[in-house]
């Protein structure tokens, strides 16, 4: 599928001009027509590495995600024809990577797709969790209530990751900004008294000296620390992308001693919350599971995750891996339990992330005032250490003046 750039005049005769994604100019003229637009220039655009998007990250911010899902169920609430809503959606989008994938979808839906099977071409953009999700909703003839859960469940899990995002900024902040201090003091203002030291000649203490071997190594060696970080930056790229260092990597991550039972119970919440959506929109259990795996983003529980699929392929009940499980605990699986015994599961999993959820926000506050003062003193010792190594020397040096 090519761009095509186009100039075109409306039923009131103004010009508007845009861009389409088409297979023929033909196409874009059918396109525009269908529009109640007729088309005076349509042009392809060719395509270099100038005029290419190039995204880092997710191309969609979650909270645009969300409009965008709570739009689209209200359009089709309305009466609006689902190629009609795309076409309004794509014209009044803020992302520019949503509005340049919609206009494409719009094309496959007039070329007689489905939604799901349109929003399927694009998995950078629409998860395999969400296309199933709509097709879902095709078949059981409910597509603006699975829009409308849909959104619920992103804006709960975007902020859930907003909360502990939160809670992890500030120690991220609080160790760059004192790395920075140290590099600073030892490359610019520790040298200075290193020279004046040498004038005055005498012993210096200890901590003086590690200081001044560390400004010097520093000095001469500043470059092998750019490289190492950056290195370290590869290599914890390169280890995430395998599966069986991810696991440790993952596995680290939930027995940190204080950020560990916060990520743990983020992820509880959106593994909670994604099965539960997906059994209450009528998706396949052992579906719903495999999706969630894929969600879930944790190789740990993504492993207890698998083992439950298969007991359940068995006969056995979904729960057994995870009773065996420390990073489950005692209320998921008897929950979970409860779930299958009575044929509840898909509520039993929504308090559970319900209760999750509220644990997150309560932890994160918690985090927060707590690690606001030890992050403090944390600086000020770094920086006290370097200021002290300076100061001590002085006066010995005043009093032998003296």
């Known amino acids: 599928m090519a761009q095509f750039s186009y100039v075109a005049r409306d039923r009131q005769g103004n010009k508007k001009k845009g861009v389409i994604q088409a297979d023929t100019k033909q196409a874009v003229r059918s396109i525009l027509r269908e529009r109640g637009l007729r088309a005076l220039e349509v042009e392809q655009k060719k395509q270099t590495i100038w005029n290419q998007d190039i995204y880092f990250g997710q191309p969609v911010k979650l909270e645009d995600f969300v409009i965008f899902l709570r739009q689209f169920s209200t359009l089709i609430k309305a009466g609006v024809t689902i190629v009609d809503a795309t076409r309004i959606l794509t014209e009044q989008t803020e992302s520019k990577a949503l509005k340049k994938t919609l206009a494409q979808v719009e094309v496959d839906l007039r070329e007689g797709n489905s939604l ?33 859960d849909m959104a619920d469940y992103y804006e709960k899990h975007n902020k859930t990751r907003q909360k502990v995002k939160s809670a992890m900024t500030y120690p991220v902040v609080i160790a760059v900004l004192a790395i920075g201090v140290t590099i600073f003091l030892l490359l610019s203002v520790v040298p200075t008294f290193v020279d004046m030291f040498a004038q005055f ?113 068995q006969g056995r009940s979904m729960s057994e891996p995870m009773l065996k499980h420390w990073a489950f605990p005692p209320l998921v699986t008897q929950m979970i339990t409860i779930g299958e015994q009575t044929g509840a599961l898909d509520r039993m999993l929504d308090r559970i992330a319900d209760f999750y959820e509220s644990e997150v926000d309560t932890a994160t506050d918690q985090l927060k005032s707590l690690i606001e003062p030890l992050m403090i003193v944390f600086l000020a010792g770094i920086v006290g250490v370097i200021v002290m190594s300076i100061m001590v020397p002085m006066f010995e040096i005043y009093n032998n003046v003296n």
Request: aromatic residues 10%.
């Open 116 to 148: 799901s099977s349109s929003l399927n071409k694009h998995p950078r953009i629409f998860s395999p969790l969400f296309t199933n999700m709509v097709y879902a909703g095709e078949v059981s003839g409910s597509l603006e209530e699975t829009l409308e």
């Open 201 to 313: 000649g005498g012993e210096v203490p200890g901590i003086t000296r590690f200081v001044m071997g560390a400004s010097d190594w520093m000095t001469s060696y500043w470059y092998v620390v750019v490289i190492m970080i950056f290195a370290l930056f590869v290599i914890f790229y390169l280890l995430r992308q395998r599966r069986e260092t991810k696991y440790y990597l993952d596995l680290m991550m939930l027995r940190l001693p204080v950020f560990g039972k916060l990520f743990r119970k983020s992820l509880l919440a959106r593994m909670t919350r994604t099965l539960s959506s997906l059994l209450s929109n009528s998706v396949p259990v052992l579906q719903a599971i495999t999706l969630t795996e894929k969600v879930i983003e944790n190789e740990v529980l993504a492993r207890v995750l698998r083992e439950s699929r298969n007991t359940l392929e």
